[in-house]
């Protein structure tokens, strides 16, 4: 087995070579190559050891990381210079190695980034809400873990890596295996997460609930009294459980 590095802005985990998405990667991301069959690597995510198979060309070497994107997606410039070419563009979360700063922007293989849109990668958030807030709007995409499209295990799981804290990529595991089960009828607070079978969202404030959901294909707020009655109306179950960080 050897460790590689993700080289490509979002990244495919599939089931199988050339079969349905499970999950993502982003640029940066350390993985484990565990076989290798006609090109495709089967791969193991170190941040929540999530496995896949991922299309060729899409691995690199280890190097080090100087800062992560703190921004919810940034642009790479051809030039320090924001009316230059922009190359590709980058989610929030993604790692780089910073080669030098010029004129407000970090110099890297890619191209060059916005300094104000990276953090030094020892960096870490306090709030996960806040920076699930970040992804308003953003498109729902079933195994999606960026700012281009994610779903509701992956909205919990970016922004709780974002703050230091381990996160598993699918939700029931996430019931599992993140915070305490708090009993019936508690009262919810910002920063819970409330879960059914195959969902999962975040409380972001009294009787508000934020969540990527196929309902609004989006990432939304929503009355949770009314997301609640919703998921339950279209046959997906009651709140199966309360948890708190």
Known sequence: MTQAR???????????????????????????????????????ANKDGYQGWVEPGHLGPIEPQTHWIIAASTHVYEQP????????????????????????????????????????????????????????????????NSRFG????????????????????DSGDQEREIGELLPEGEAEKRGDLLFWKGHVAWVAADNLLLHANAYHMAVALEPMDQAIARIAAQGDGPVTAHKRL
């Open 6 to 44: 993700i080289v490509h802005p979002v990244i495919n985990l599939l089931r199988t070579p050339d079969g349905p998405r499970d999950r993502q990667c982003l640029f940066g991301d350390i993985v484990t190559v565990s076989e290798e069959q006609d090109g495709w690597s089967k791969i193991t």
């Open 81 to 144: 210079d924001i009316k230059s070419r922009d190359l590709t563009s980058l989610s929030f979360g993604s790692k780089i190695r910073a080669l030098s700063e010029q004129d407000g922007f970090l110099e890297t293989a890619l191209g060059f980034i916005p300094a104000v849109h990276a953090v030094p990668a020892y960096s870490q958030l306090t709030d996960p809400v806040a920076a699930a807030e970040l992804f308003l709007g953003t498109p729902y995409l079933w195994g999606g």
């Open 150 to 169: 994610l779903d509701c295990s992956g909205l919990v799981q970016v922004a709780l890596l974002a703050c230091g804290i381990p996160c598993p990529g």
